[in-house]
């Protein structure tokens, strides 16, 4: 292998183990979010980490069956999420 193969092996590699924990980060952050917001809305509610994990698997299966066989509503998800990411920065500016 010459160096520039060495190197875009390497550059690769990384950016592989960064999609990986992307995708840890995405799902954990999901469940670690969703018990934070039950637990404002109820007082009696203690987070346990087998809820968070519950949800995570959860957040992962949705995502795998929708890759999987939701093929055509990727457009219309990534729409909304435009537009969500649009219509919250009046809300963030305002807010402020």
Known sequence: MTD????????GWFAVSG???LVATAGSLA???????????????????????????????GACFINIFGL?????????AIFWCVAQIPMVVGAN
């Open 19 to 21: 999609w990986i924990a």
């Open 72 to 80: 055509r509503l990727l457009p219309t998800i990534d729409r909304a």
């Open 4 to 11: 520039n193969q060495w190197i875009s092996w390497i550059c």
């Open 31 to 61: 469940g670690s979010l969703i018990t934070g917001a039950i637990s404002l809305t109820h007082e009696n509610y203690e987070v346990e980490r087998w809820h968070i994990f519950l949800i995570y698997l959860a957040y992962m299966l």
